[in-house]
């Protein structure tokens, strides 16, 4: 029998045991009945079992449980539900890894026989690098925005970042489909002013348009962007489905596939409940098949810490169950000023997202991405 | 220029004032950018508004803001990436209210022209009750389970449960596809014993698939669930999508919906962050289609409040910009002996949720379910 092992950080809170509580896990997320009403080959091939549960601190707790890959079924969204579905409503209840190896190669009856449960992603960083031409030193992005441009005023902006040498440019999580720059009509703006560049620099740049969506409008969107030679797609998991990301990494025709955390804030806020940062988005949505991992920055506008970033882009680059390795793309809190020391903290196997700083600049946006390249050009 | 608004209960931490911080959801959740690098007219069409701000309390403070309509363009993801995409990653602000009533007859662009971007329950309190034939008491319902049981298994639960009269008979919302009891032979047996039954009692009861998973196969398992005159379907919106809700609420073949809130837990779980209980599954999951709001009751497993839950209820059921109705269906902590309580605190146009406790009757399921109908019929 299959099966894979989840490890949780627990909190005990008043009024409340251990034993009781991860023995509750086990059967919560299984049969979701109480212990006496089950039978025993139920009780022995069904529900969770305990592997470890050992006490690191005042109330808290470091517990293994294994579950039979038998409940997950081949599909993301019952796998996401024996993982965090039922005890997403308890407090006290923080994942924390899981036994990826034990997952690797495990099929998925999804889009063809070939795909897999957990596909990592199609390119990882070997592949973006390959792509871009660029195969050792640390890679630039930047976002188009602001809301409320029009296709043509972005696509000049795109123009400008990458005259200046940005190596991605991608849509703003918030551009969708609205009718100052609808979807379509933006990314073939984008696509000419980023072959206009092209032409003149002689060095490709990858422009990753935002293709979130509900998942009819994600696949047309998806194509779209393939058939104008986008070099990627960004999708903010959290609001179209997790799944979205496994079933875009194992298209025929994948592109390098962007993962953007918004809607995912409730899950890691909160110490000791719902994920790890470095879970969530260095470990979960790589397996799910995410290239580009984005996330808040130390230091920017939200209360990510440096360490916290640090133990993201670890889980994102480490050998992983013989998933390809994704890029960390860390976003906020960079400026031109600041940009050298995290690179030293970050290393070269990085995507740093530049934004505000970059429109703040004075000599305009080509002058800032300019010295944004030669920066990280060493 | 159309609008609507969002109230917010936002709590102010050390080091930030209340004026920045609720400035700074005006700017995070449409420009994203430095308010320097913004041109007038942006700044006045696309930024966030703010109506309202008033202290409630030591560091607490209740806002709103307005935002254009045009941000959001004519998709759920986009509008709850608006409501709530990046600032789900700061904490101290929780959503407890909007605007239906500006959102009501907003047109999406989805699946028909007729399409809404909010629809509302496709058949709500009125249309179940029609469908059920039962004009006036309080409704019965239970889940099949344990997972691990055969289709045939789950068939043999289900015939029992509808002999001794429960109205709805759900899956459990951990069936999926699983090997044990693969979803289209588990719906042809379940339809086939409920067929057996109502030949048997003379009277109708509904039973609901989970047809949760990826949209491919979500439209594939509806159209199985409809193709067996299944009484309806459930999914779990936080693992699909919750775009999920609107698109099968607006089919031409609508069944009626139950949300399941597996996965949904980090939103509500921490006071002043997130979403509060009733905005989320009494508002949000109405407004996008949810015929049936599933949610743990108080006293049971989890730690839901009686008051949380009457908001809850309240919620579902208030007159709100035209929307149809929709039943809350409490589960846990309901047992034969407390129900009578619990039908007095949450009134009859409500479905009361049975689950363990029938499983556990001395003398088997369908007098369990007999108690409980005979209970209910009052």
């Not at 918004?262 to 804030?265: E, K, R, V």
């Not at 480490?318 to 169950?321: G, I, K, L, T, V």
């Given at each position: 029998l299959r099966t894979f092992t989840v490890q949780y950080d627990i909190t005990v809170l008043e009024g409340e045991s251990i034993g009781a509580k991860v023995e509750g896990i086990c059967f919560e997320q299984s049969v979701e009945m109480p212990p006496d009403t089950i039978d025993i080959d139920i009780h022995d091939e069904i529900v969770g079992r305990i592997l470890l549960c050992e006490k690191t601190g005042e109330s808290r707790y470091r517990a293994e449980i294994e579950w039979p890959l038998l409940n997950t079924g081949p599909e993301i969204t019952q796998f996401l539900n024996v993982l965090y579905g039922n005890i997403s409503m308890k407090p006290g209840i923080c994942i924390t890894g899981l036994s990826w190896e034990k997952l690797a190669g495990v099929p998925s009856y999804r889009q063809s026989d070939s795909d897999q449960l957990f596909p990592g992603p199609a390119y990882g960083i070997p592949g973006i690098r390959e792509r871009l031409g660029i195969p050792e030193r640390p890679l630039s992005a930047t976002a188009l925005k602001p809301m409320g441009l029009t296709a043509t005023e972005l696509a000049d902006i795109c123009y400008r970042f990458a005259l200046g040498g940005i190596d991605i440019i991608k849509d703003d999580h918030g551009l969708a489909d609205q009718p100052y720059a609808p979807f379509r009509e933006r990314v073939k703006a984008c696509m000419e002013a980023m072959q206009r560049a092209a032409d003149k620099t002689g060095r490709n740049s990858m422009y990753i348009p935002n293709i979130t969506g509900d998942w009819p409008e994600m696949v047309e969107r998806f194509e779209i962007a393939r058939d104008h030679g986008a070099g990627g797609v960004m999708i903010s998991p959290h609001l179209t489905g997790l799944w979205a990301l496994a079933a875009l990494a194992q298209r025929d025709d994948a592109l390098p596939l962007a993962a953007h955390p918004?809607?995912?804030?409730s899950h890691i806020l909160h110490a000791g409940s719902g994920f790890t940062k470095a879970f969530l988005y260095g470990e979960l949505w790589r397996a799910l098949g995410a290239d580009l991992i984005i996330y808040p920055n130390a230091g920017g506008r939200f209360s990510y810490s440096r360490e916290e970033c640090l133990a993201i882009n670890e889980a994102a680059r480490?050998?992983?169950?013989g998933f390809r390795s994704s890029f960390p793309m860390p976003g906020g809190g960079m400026q031109r000023a600041n940009l050298p020391e995290w690179v030293r903290a970050y290393g070269p196997d990085t995507v740093y997202l530049l934004g505000g700083s970059l429109y703040q600049h004075p000599e305009g946006i080509e002058a800032a991405a300019r010295e944004i390249s030669e920066l990280l050009a060493g």
């Open positions: 918004a809607f995912s804030g480490r050998p992983m169950a």
